[in-house]
């Protein structure tokens, strides 16, 4: 019989908003007249923009035509969407040349396939909390984990420790779950602990388009020496709605090199780009013609007035924690809420009582690791409407 990947049995049984949808199903069909209001997974409700959906209608029938046909595509973009991602760093001051973007289905799926460049006898350095994908995808592939702590006293921000070794660095900013925003002068501290250490940061910047401040960095990038040290992640799922429809990029730079154990160097670049020519068609021709579209001026406008509706959103939530003492985090540069449970709850504990009590379903913070057990997070994502009334809700049980 063949030997399994044993690693399996050393992840949760349940990921956790799998464990979510669970209890929330199960609560509506035991109350079938309850009205239950979701702001725990972070799935946007506003529609695509007209002009990404016009972009996509035009893509759709390129298909339908011999002469405009597309196959099989390049694996890691068409230049017309990698050209225009590139451009758009640029105009925050990032250099990020086209050929060193790699367009996927999105952030989520790259982060985890990342782990496969590195061997198994890496050391991994995430923070905690944690978005659960960084944690499982790598005790799946049987490395050694280390957690660094995010609290309430560092900001949920954690900082390089220099008796603590690592090869490779997960950090999201701003965070999932925290909404937790680094500085560049953090940032740069960051970089110079992975360069001394010869490690390589793996940034998730998912959420980069909710910084409003220009002081705040958008991509690690813009950090002095992080293209010798860094890869970073980014999708449409949040910018432009792109949760159902897919698409993300992957930066890796082409100054990110090592030395293989013979003394061979290795390109992370060229292993890139080799992993995704085997293990990845491409994303599809109409789904990219659609991203190209967000990245004009009239398509990042129109995203920008989403986001905005969802940073006002956002806004409702914090008035309302304002309103009780709530202790909590992000917010303002995030689309997430993370705040202290009242009364000194656990947060599986408020999930239930949430859901049971005002039906309003959140995120609770111990998904995310110890240090959230805590904590809980809820979303921006809801309509005005919806965010009002759960956070009316709420209030009764403060």
Request: aromatic residues 12%; negative net charge; charged residues 25%.
């Amino acid at each position: 019989m063949p030997r399994l990947n044993e690693n399996y049995l050393n992840i949760k049984e349940s990921y956790l908003f799998a464990e979510i949808s669970r209890r929330v199903s199960k609560y509506e069909e035991e109350n079938p007249d309850k009205k239950v209001i979701r702001l725990g997974i972070g799935d946007v409700t506003k529609p695509l923009s007209k002009n990404v959906v016009k972009a996509l209608k035009e893509g759709a029938e390129d298909q339908g035509s011999a002469e405009s046909f597309h196959g099989y595509g390049p694996e890691q973009g068409y230049p017309f969407l990698r050209d225009r991602v590139s451009e758009y760093y640029a105009a925050f001051g990032a250099q990020v040349d086209s050929d060193e973007i790699f367009i996927s289905d999105g952030a989520k799926s790259d982060t985890g396939n990342i782990t496969e460049l590195f061997d198994a006898d890496n050391v991994i350095l995430v923070p905690d909390p944690v978005y659960p994908v960084y944690v499982d995808t790598n005790i799946m592939s049987g490395k050694t984990i280390k957690y660094m702590s995010g609290n309430a006293e560092n900001g949920f921000l954690p900082m390089p420790d220099d008796s603590v070794h690592a090869d490779v660095i997960y950090l999201c900013s701003p965070n999932n779950p925290t909404g937790a925003v680094y500085n560049k002068e953090q940032l740069k501290v960051w970089v110079d602990y992975a360069l001394k250490n010869d490690a390589v940061i793996l940034f998730d910047a998912a959420y980069e388009a909710f910084i409003t401040d220009p002081e705040l960095p958008r991509s690690i990038f813009l950090i002095e020496g992080a293209r010798k040290c860094a890869i970073e992640f980014c999708s449409f799922s949040k910018t432009a709605g792109f949760t159902g429809t897919r698409c993300g990029y992957t930066v890796v730079p082409k100054e990110l090199c090592f030395k293989a154990t013979n003394g061979t160097e290795m390109s992370l670049h060229a292993m890139w780009f080799r992993r995704q020519s085997t293990k990845f068609n491409g994303t599809s021709y109409v789904v990219q013609r659609g991203a190209a579209e967000v990245f004009t001026e009239a398509g990042m406008a129109e995203c920008r007035e989403n986001i905005a509706y969802y940073q006002e959103n956002a806004r409702t939530i914090a008035e309302t924690l304002d309103k009780h003492n709530i202790r909590y985090f992000g917010g303002t540069h995030s689309p997430y809420i993370w705040f202290e449970c009242p009364n000194g709850m656990d947060s599986w504990g408020f999930f239930d009582k949430l859901l049971n009590e005002v039906q309003v379903v959140g995120t609770p913070g111990a998904g995310f690791g110890d240090n959230g057990k805590n904590f809980f997070r809820l979303t921006s994502f809801g309509s005005h409407e919806a965010t009002k009334e759960a956070m009316e809700r709420i209030e009764k049980i403060l």
